[in-house]
């Protein structure tokens, strides 16, 4: 049987699940073995590197630093820590807390943007990450593993049993040939919706390949509109946050006012009705905004890689245009980021082709003679001139549609080069 790393195709799936009351206990146990041995991985980490600093032979320091090294391990760990053998702990979660340290690390020497591991605190959201295992298998599918769907409803996961899903997944079960479940998360968000995440490998691809469309499509990202392509169209910025903002800040006012009595009155928060109900509430507005932006780039990122052959974009830093007080809140809104990661995978899973590129001058150029603005002179344009004529071709320009056609052509020349 083929490991997940030898598989060439790999799917995500995401779907919401409905534990039972004792169901929720397990994965809140689980959530919180997960974090304690993380943490505990943090630790040791942090106490090595003190002791190894010490260049003097103590045998203190070096029996402390042994001792350190063999609890890195699952099983050590829970011999030392009696409560982590409680029967409702899958073994594969504590596992999983230690790989993930590792692989933080590891993230952290190859790149050095995301920084070291750091403690987990404790919060309303839960997580944690087990394995789909085939024992005594020959061929791996999506029914016979210790993960398995017993029907498009329904899901078996080791220590909670069988789960309700939600979400059509007949297209998955009717699949021919192998298909293996890799890892699995399961999470709970702060407003108390639970998700299972399954990470799918096989030889054959998930989607049906798409025929050539010959179309090639440039795209600018702006506040005015979500998007204008090369080819004329714009679609409209939906501002998902703006609409739904007063509301949100009539909720969280009572929440800071229940928040403030509950402290004066010396209690715990956790244990406030009122205030657990109104977190619950402005957790549920929050969710309300992501879902339906999270909807909306979706279905515009499948559109566009449906449709065309090659789509280039502008390579956005979100961290960078955040800075810029006057616009954070516009931009956090319109979900760029998340966008273009959209548009990278799905490229990948439906075999066309998305090209970033360099954002400097797309704006500033004009299409047809090349003329930069702020050269020989002239003034450069601003977030206010929607629309300007070329000072040497004297063309009439709509900016955003100017900036998509140079970035379209940018796009093809990189293409060339490649």
Not at 292 to 305: E, G, N, V, Y
Not at 336 to 362: C, E, H
Request: hydrophobic content about 35%; proline content about 2%.
């Amino acid at each position: 049987m083929k490991s997940m790393a030898q598989l060439e195709y790999h799917y995500g799936l995401k779907a919401r699940i409905y534990p039972s009351d004792y169901q929720k206990q397990i994965i809140k146990v689980n959530s919180d073995a997960s974090r304690f041995v993380h943490n505990e991985m943090v630790a040791i980490g942090k106490e090595l590197w003190q002791l190894n600093r010490i260049k003097l032979s103590i045998d203190t320091v070096q029996d402390r630093i042994q001792q350190l090294k063999l609890r890195q391990n699952a099983k050590q760990m829970s011999n030392h820590f009696q409560f982590l053998e409680d029967k409702r702990i899958d073994s594969l979660a504590k596992a999983n807390a230690i790989q993930n340290y590792h692989k933080a690390w590891n993230a952290f020497r190859k790149v050095h943007e995301a920084g070291v591991p750091k403690f987990h605190r404790k919060s309303y959201a839960w997580r944690y990450q087990t394995n789909c295992q085939y024992p005594k298998q020959k061929t791996a599918r999506l029914d016979n593993g210790t993960v398995c769907f017993e029907d498009r409803k329904h899901i078996v996961v080791p220590k909670l049993g069988r789960l309700r899903i939600k979400g059509a997944q007949q297209r998955l079960l009717d699949r021919q040939g192998e298909t293996r479940i890799g890892t699995v998360t399961i999470s709970k968000d702060a407003a108390d919706r639970f998700f299972l995440s399954l990470q799918l490998g096989s030889d054959t691809p998930f989607v049906p390949k798409l025929s050539r469309t010959n179309r090639q499509i440039g795209i600018d990202l702006n506040t005015e509109n979500f998007l204008t392509a090369s080819d004329g169209r714009t679609i409209a910025n939906p501002r998902y946050y703006r609409t739904i903002k007063g509301k949100l800040a009539k909720a969280q006012r009572t929440l800071s006012r229940r928040q403030r009595r509950t402290k004066k009155e010396q209690r715990s928060l956790r244990e406030s009705k009122n205030y657990q109900k109104q977190r619950l509430l402005v957790a549920k507005i929050h969710a309300r905004v992501f879902d339906r932006r999270h909807d909306f780039l979706q279905r515009t990122s499948t559109a566009l890689i449906k449709n065309q052959d090659l789509v280039v974009a502008e390579e956005l830093r979100s961290k960078n245009l955040l800075k810029n007080h006057a616009l954070a809140m516009s931009i956090s809104d319109v979900g760029w980021r998340s966008f273009l990661g959209m548009l990278s995978y799905k490229a990948d899973l439906y075999d066309r082709q998305f090209i970033t590129v360099s954002p400097k001058n797309t704006t500033q150029t004009c299409h047809d003679c090349g003329f930069v603005m702020g050269s020989d002179g002239t003034e450069k344009l601003t977030l206010a001139d929607r629309e300007w004529i070329c000072p040497q071709c004297h063309v009439h320009h709509i900016r955003d549609y100017n900036a998509a056609l140079n970035i379209l052509e940018k796009g093809l020349q990189k293409q060339q080069k490649a």
